[in-house]
């Protein structure tokens, strides 16, 4: 189907949808506007001539046509994104991470990195004091190009030695940081210069050598962009930095003994706290994930699309084996990158799929747990006199484990208000924060117009309006279900 053919089926879709009064009082403030986004019933379809959306029988903008598998196109394998080579790597981004500044000292790029006791808040007015960098946790990440030479003078803030190891990279010995094995502590208010030339290409990072430091949450991002833009060209390149924590009901210290591990973060939030990726309909996107638990595994999944794994945390991988999936397990101190044509508008969950890492503490206690009229704290506070358990609710506690859904979260009206008060979140549907958990996060997946709405603009956006309008412009509007209007 040609693009003009496309556009006039979404354009019938939206009269259809207009005549029922689907699209009705979208926006807030806006109720007569039938077509209330933009007021362009079309959606922004890419239509120069120059621009090949169907590649090989693979289309940049539907989803589901892998088509033959030797082809360079199969599955979007080797579709390029809309950015050119020659405008260089498209800059990393990782959501909720600030970048490290640096100065230029001759041919050398001098970065200042600081280990330091950090409150680093998980949800919004959830505090939690963890050890980081420069004030954050995860540190600050560090981008470079292949062949760059760096200078990082680290200065201990801690109150105890620390090391510091640069993960991956082909450096002198003794710049390493190994404890002991290559070099002597930095101590408490000392500093230490480690200068090296970046042989290498990939997802780099740099933590603590000191073990309990690393599972306190001592880790950041070390991107080394290669000299030539990989083929084909991404739009995108997004960060997601895994980590768990072991932090009791009453606590804000993290247990980094622990052997289990109750809060989990990515890029330092924790779902719904977790800032989405946003992205334009029809872009080529990487993801780097890194998962730096301190012992457990991810397998991490999309929703909507398929992806390739196109390198992990050593270099790209030959295209030749990159491989298709829409899961993928990344181990603990791995890094994976994933590559893919974003062409299924809407809002894809991202996330871990084991299922005590997909919630935090916003779940109250089910089955047997439940207790009759009780705090958490009260019981942990005595352990020898738990309170009863109630099993007296309903008739369905006759079915044997019966609870096991959620019975409701912690979630105050200023947290919804933190959760709702970022861009990256406008407009997606009333209920979202209730199924963004732990370890999730959402890549969102707009047409031209939305993204600007989203991203650039000050336009007041309705809850769930972004949402409908995609269902309307690519879905089955007469299928849809308006999320219940709730507090959130
Ligand atoms: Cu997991």
């Not at 803030?157 to 640069?166: A, G, K, N, Y």
């Not at 990726?277 to 999309?302: T, W």
């Not at 390198?311 to 990159?322: C, D, L, T, V």
């Amino acid at each position: 189907m040609s693009n003009t053919e496309q556009r006039r089926g979404f354009l019938k879709a939206g009269s259809i949808a207009a005549a029922t009064g689907f699209v009705s009082n979208l926006l807030g403030g806006n109720a007569a506007a039938q077509h209330p986004i933009l007021n362009s019933p079309s959606p922004t379809l890419p239509d120069s001539p120059t621009l090949n959306s169907e590649y090989d029988g693979f289309s940049r903008f539907k989803p589901s046509r892998g088509l033959d598998p030797d082809s360079d196109y199969y599955i979007g394998k080797l579709v390029p994104g809309f950015r050119k080579a020659s405008d260089g790597p498209a800059p990393f981004e990782a959501p909720d991470v600030p970048k490290m500044p640096y100065k230029m000292d001759g041919g050398v790029k001098v970065f200042e990195l600081v280990p330091m006791a950090v409150e680093q808040e998980f949800h919004p007015g959830v505090k939690m004091n963890v050890y980081g960098y420069n004030g954050s946790m995860p540190g600050p990440t560090i981008e470079v190009t292949q062949g760059d030479r760096v200078r990082i003078i680290v200065t201990n803030e801690l109150p105890e030695d620390t090391f510091m190891h640069w993960h991956g990279f082909e450096l002198p010995v003794q710049y390493d940081g190994a404890a002991t094995l290559t070099q002597n502590p930095i101590k408490p208010g000392k500093t230490k210069v480690f200068e090296f030339d970046i042989h290498e290409e990939g997802t780099f990072f740099y933590h603590s050598h000191v073990a309990m430091q690393e599972a306190f949450g001592q880790v950041g991002w070390f991107i080394v962009h290669p000299k030539k833009v990989f083929g084909p060209p991404v739009d995108r390149d997004f960060g997601l930095l895994f980590q768990n924590f072991h932090i009791p009901p009453t606590h804000t210290i993290s247990d980094s003994w622990a052997m289990d591990w109750n809060w989990h973060t990515i890029n330092g939030k924790s779902g719904p706290y977790t800032t989405p990726l946003v992205c334009k309909h029809g872009e080529r996107v990487r993801v780097r994930l890194l998962n730096f638990s301190p012992m457990q595994h991810h397998p991490v999944h999309l929703h909507g699309h398929t992806f390739w794994v196109t390198g992990h945390e050593g270099a790209r991988i030959p295209k030749s084996a990159w491989v298709p999936r829409n899961n993928e397990l990344v181990g603990v101190a791995q890094a994976s990158c994933f590559e893919l044509i974003a062409n299924n508008p809407g809002d894809w969950i991202f996330h871990c799929h084991m299922v005590h890492h997909m919630m935090n503490h916003m779940v109250k206690q089910v089955g047997p747990r439940i207790r009759d009229d009780a705090s958490v704290d009260q019981y942990l506070a005595n352990l020898s006199s738990r309170p009863q358990v109630d099993a007296s609710r309903s008739a369905k506690f006759d079915v044997p484990g019966y609870p096991q859904k959620m019975q409701g979260m912690e979630m105050s009206s200023d947290f919804m208000k933190a959760i709702w008060s970022r861009k990256e979140v406008r407009g997606m549907r009333a209920n979202y924060p209730m199924s963004v958990k732990g370890l999730m996060t959402v890549l969102r997946v707009l047409p031209d117009d939305l993204y600007d709405l989203v991203m650039n603009s000050d336009q007041d956006v309705e809850k769930g309006a972004v949402f409908a309008e995609i269902v309307r412009r690519f879905g089955d509007p007469s299928k849809y279900e308006a999320a219940p209007k709730m507090m959130m």
